[in-house]
């Protein structure tokens, strides 16, 4: 596959090198996204059966069965493109703001946040997703992000951000209490988390428990167009004021 790569030779480098070795685990589609007229081309899996499939292959102890660990990470999710869409339309960061995204998948919403100002650690529980999104942060931004493996429930993390961002992650009760606790923990005090989910009725009561654990939130709705689909997905601004 041919590559338009505009930047320095050790960049094109570290691209091609991380792009060989992903391509050999998955096939890769390429895919050009437009949000407010800025143009970003994100390589996502080219068949999610294909995860599913090595997923099925995994022994029943496996942490990857145990837990449930689909590969959610190797889409573009609607909640994601709303969200990168509200940052680049409202959020502008003082220059090396850090940031803490949860569940980066492809990295699209942090590599906006990193437009827009921001210095992002992106995370996630499946090293592939951070490998992805280090692909794409290079083909589109030209640089490395900061990255780690992390699980949200056990995180390992030694300072506390102004900001926290994640798209669609309220889709288990289970996680409730450990994003809670995360957000208590890792949030600046009077910082903001702003997340983005597609109107499950299961968040529903996730934003009911916040509301008894002292965090306040606003609520934006809206409408992404996406493979000849509308979305209505909302856009949460959560402030924990202790």
Known sequence: ??????FGLETAERFDSLYQFISQKFK?????IDILHRNFTLFTVHDMDDLLDELSKRPPDDIHIIDERLPYWAEIWPSSLALSEHILQNLVFLPGTRILELGC?????GM???????????TDYQPDALRLAELNWLLNLGMIPKTTVMDWREPDLAEKFPYILASDIIYEERFFKPLLDLFRNVLQPKGHVYLSEPKRPIAERFFQIIQEQGFYFERTLMNVNFQKKEHQINIYDIIFKP
């Open 112 to 122: 906006v946040a990193q437009i827009q100002g921001g210095k992002l650690l992106l």
């Open 28 to 32: 890769l589609k390429k895919i050009n």
């Open 1 to 6: 596959m041919n590559f338009d790569f505009p």
């Open 105 to 109: 998948g492809i990295g699209l919403t």
